[in-house]
Every structure is written in structure tokens, then in C-alpha cells.
């Protein structure tokens, strides 16, 4: 991986009049968090999880009730799995601002991982309940495949129904139903979904897989060739080749 384009935002930051006051001190204390806090995210992107934790706590130290630093605290952490601190700072982050759709988002997604998915569906639906929230068709992919861990497949398909109504024709919850669909063999549904999913994306191994699979659940077998053709053809190294090879079609 390339560090360069980290490396320009860093020297952005650090040239910037402004990032280096604020810096300093000469700002505000929450605008110090906040830069010390998007520092700490950086480094985190790029797998430099000490020094990341070392700026959020310098966010922190900059203003101890900047919430933001303490969900960026329990996203590392639970990076490096220390589930403790992450759980810790995350309930840290809800407590000065219960209402952060972001933070309700990311502990909703770390309950989720360790197993406690209705707990995690509450804190989803607390992120989206906040109508000034700018990606919660995210939450609500999230929470749709956080339900379907616990097997409630009629409460995963309303969450990724809902992400399409927060935006249209959105690829991810678009493809999660079309795969529900087959999961629960309601090809019909699924063929729906793989349709729109064949006028909004780009051809890729995935999507003529679930293509294939839906045909095979139809019981259409010239469309089943037809897209084992394409895959073998367009896609002969991908994993769905392999898997159509070895008939493993689940």
C-alpha cells in the first residue's frame, strides 16, 4: 500500500496556517479535537493504529467532552481487539452525545460483530432515527446484514428495503435483496432485484454468479448455460468460476 497520499494530506494539514494553530493550541479546544481527532482517523486508515490512539487522546486532552475522539478510540480498539477499551469508548462517546447518529452507528456495528444483534439493531435504529443523518442508507445495509446473523431474514429484507428508500437504487442493498431472495428462493424477487442491479452496475463475476444461481433456481437451464458461458469466458480466474466448477451453487 502507498503511504504517499497520506503523506500530502499530512503535509496539507501541517502547512495549512489554520491545522497548525489549531494544533498549537491557538484554537478553540473542540476545533483541536476535531483536527487531532480527522489525524487519528488518517492513521488509522493506514494501519498506524499507536499513533493513531495517541492523537485521539490528544483530541481528548484538547476537550475531554469531544465525543467523536471516543468513537474513533472504539473503532481502533476494536480494530487491535481489545474489546474492552473499544466498548468502553464507544459507551463513552454515547454518553456525552446519545443522539451522534455516527456513534450510535458504530457501536450498533461492534455489538453486532460479538454476537448481541438485537442490542446492535437498537442502536441502529437510534442512528436512524435522526432525519438530519447523511448516510443512513448505510445504517440500514448495516442493520439488514446484522439481522440476517441472527437468521430473522423478514427483518433484514425491511432494513434493505428502507435503504433504497433513503436511495434509489442503491447497489448494495439492491444486490443483499436479489441474494435474499435466493436465500429464501423467492426467485421471482431475486430475478427483480438482479435485473435493476444489470441496468445500474458494471458486469463483474458477482453479479453473473448470482444471475446464474437465480436461472438455476427458476429451473431455466438456457439461461443457467447462458451465464456459465459468460462467467467461464469474461471471468476465468474469479472465485465464482471456481465455485461453478466444484457446484457449489450456496
Not at 64 to 74: E, V
Not at 115 to 134: I, S, T, V
Not at 166 to 171: C, F, K, P
Amino acid at each position: 500500500m502507498s503511504l504517499r497520499p497520506f503523506v500530502l494530506l499530512l503535509a496539507f494539514l501541517f502547512t495549512s496556517g489554520a491545522a497548525v494553530a489549531d494544533v498549537q493550541g491557538e484554537a478553540s479546544p473542540d476545533r483541536r479535537a476535531n483536527v487531532r481527532t480527522q489525524l487519528a482517523a488518517e492513521y488509522f486508515r493506514f494501519g498506524r493504529y499507536a499513533v493513531a490512539i495517541d492523537e485521539a487522546n490528544k483530541a481528548i486532552e484538547a476537550d475531554s467532552k469531544y465525543s467523536p475522539a471516543y468513537t474513533m478510540l472504539g473503532l481502533i480498539y476494536a480494530e487491535i481487539k481489545d474489546d474492552a477499551k473499544a466498548k468502553q469508548n464507544f459507551q463513552e462517546a454515547l454518553r456525552l452525545s446519545p443522539d451522534d447518529s455516527d456513534a450510535n452507528h458504530n457501536y450498533g456495528w461492534f455489538l453486532c460483530e460479538h454476537g448481541q444483534m438485537q442490542e446492535g439493531l437498537g442502536y441502529y435504529d437510534r442512528a436512524l432515527g435522526n432525519p438530519l443523518y447523511e448516510t443512513p442508507e448505510k445504517t440500514a445495509l448495516n442493520a439488514g446484514q446484522c439481522a440476517l446473523k441472527n437468521n430473522d431474514t423478514d427483518t433484514a429484507r425491511r432494513y434493505f428495503e428502507r435503504a433504497l428508500q433513503y436511495r434509489a437504487n442503491y447497489t448494495p442493498a439492491t444486490y443483499q435483496l436479489a441474494e435474499l431472495g435466493l436465500k429464501t428462493k423467492d426467485y421471482v424477487t431475486a430475478k427483480r432485484y438482479a435485473l435493476v442491479l444489470k441496468k445500474t452496475t458494471q458486469p463483474s463475476a458477482a453479479l453473473t454468479w448470482l444471475n446464474l444461481r437465480i436461472e438455476r433456481g427458476l429451473g431455466n437451464s438456457d439461461g443457467v448455460t447462458r451465464y456459465a458461458q459468460e462467467l467461464r469466458k469474461q471471468f476465468p480466474d474469479s472465485l465464482e468460476t471456481t465455485k461453478l466448477a466444484a457446484g457449489q451453487y450456496e
